[in-house]
């Protein structure tokens, strides 16, 4: 059993690594005494600490962005993760971005299909990428199968 203990690799937090050395993490609070107190793991409670700090701060960018990936990766059931995502690619404007997200879906629903904030993620990256009203222009993306999407 030492040995195994002793063969488990150090993670590096988020928080320590060098591009975010200008956030500060916010720790969750807790309240003074806590009736049921959930003990995280350090990895995840870091990740969040992050998170919360830049929510707080109104930060959208590319480095939020795969912080939310790494934060769905723990926890694909956190509703607050997906709607910032949500505002972060709003914000990004653009539509590789976007596209993108598809593959990353398709990655988080291998892992848990019946994920309704998932679902609900997709249902807005789908009506951004094909707006329903408007010009009759045709939709911006093409789905030819289920596992393929093809720009038009």
Known sequence: MAAAAHEREEVVLLSE?????????IPQCEGVEPVVQILYDKEYSDAMGLLRAVMRRGELSQRTLHLTSVIIFMNSAHFTVWEFRRCILHSLNSKREWISELDFMKEVNSMNTKNYQLWNHRRVVV???MPSGGSGNGPALKVDTIETYTLK
């Open 127 to 129: 009506e951004t990428l």
């Open 17 to 25: 690594q060098p591009e975010w050395s200008d956030v500060q993490p």
